[in-house]
């Protein structure tokens, strides 16, 4: 299986499933027990949690050391691999894979496997885009969640207003740079391109080798950008204070985080995203980039995620 290729991504207590959708998809997922359960001791039952990837990966960039991590302290993991990506694939045989997908494709789906599969309010925990599609899964009114957690997100408003403030205080070269990177899928290929705009300089060359092997058979199908930005959640948001209409009515305890290292997003989009939720944004510092969930100082988020749900 691809997943095991190069090195072992995806370690062996973790299970590779499939759900067969309501949607007419077929999704690859993967499920970590709590280790209470996994060694037959007692612990307290915590909230099942739903890991949603962003850009250019799927379900296996939480298998690593986020899924283990948290199912050793008793959370039930669960980490998704969204329409699009080499792992879940449309039911029907004779239906092709999408060249393209809509943002409400992936929240239908979304929505249908909380319904179908974890079956109980779930911690959503969102990196990049995939912060963005935990904006809409609660914006449509059928997932209710135990916390919402947030990791280097694509803000309310998009990548836009982002790649403008780029320009206007880095210049064109990094506004090429994620252009080239993203766009025209050079993170894929390139190994400098891929590290400066998703790892840290001191990241393992070797590791960053065998994701980029993911990166490239999980960027094949691109997000309709145009549809996005029709739907955006910046567009049901309260005109004062920018937070989430539908906060008014779910009062979801929310974590939201992003990285001064980061390449991506930039600070004002993690401070958007904040005001999104209500919330004061929590920002580690220039050792970590975007992918804060596979470089080498990955613990750092997750503790502080610990922290938020031992609270909340």
């Keep these: 299986m691809l997943i095991r290729a190069a090195m072992t991504l995806v370690p062996d207590r973790i299970d590779v499933r499939t759900a067969r959708l309501d949607t007419g998809l077929t999704m690859t997922y993967y499920y970590a027990e709590p280790a209470a359960e996994r060694e037959g001791t007692q612990q307290e039952k915590r909230a099942p949690i739903v890991f949603i990837h962003g850009t250019f990966h799927a379900g296996w960039c939480w298998a690593t050391f986020f899924m283990p991590f948290f199912a050793s302290r008793g959370y039930p993991c669960y980490a998704i691999s969204l329409r699009g990506t080499s792992e879940s694939q449309p039911t029907h045989p004779s239906e092709p894979p999408p060249r393209s997908v809509k943002v409400d494709e992936h929240v239908r789906d979304g929505v249908c496997f909380l319904e179908s599969v974890v079956k109980q309010p779930a911690v959503l925990i969102g ?15 059928r997932v209710t969640a135990r916390a919402c957690v947030t990791l280097c997100s694509v803000p309310p408003s998009g990548n836009g207003q982002m790649i403008m403030r780029f320009f206007r205080n880095r210049g064109i070269g990094i506004v090429v740079q994620i252009t080239l990177g993203i766009l025209f899928k050079r993170a894929a290929r390139d190994i400098d391109t891929c590290r400066s705009l998703f790892f ?47 906060m008014e009515r779910a009062r979801v305890p929310a974590l939201v985080i992003g ?13 958007e995203t904040a005001a999104y939720f209500g919330v004061e944004p929590v920002m580690f510092d220039a050792s970590l980039p975007h992918d804060v969930m596979l470089s080498k100082r990955w613990e750092l988020v997750a503790r502080g995620v610990h922290g938020f749900l031992n609270v909340h």
């Design 127 to 141: 990196h990049s885009f995939g912060g963005l599609y935990v904006m809409k899964l609660m914006e449509s009114e």
């Design 259 to 271: 990285a001064v290292g980061d390449q991506i997003v930039d600070e004002m989009g993690v401070v």
């Design 200 to 246: 840290a300089e001191d990241d393992d060359l070797s590791a960053i080798e065998a994701y980029m092997t993911r990166f490239k058979a999980d960027s094949e199908c691109s997000l309709d950008v145009r549809d996005l930005n029709a739907r955006l959640p910046s567009l049901k948001v309260c005109p004062d204070t920018k937070r989430a209409l539908w």
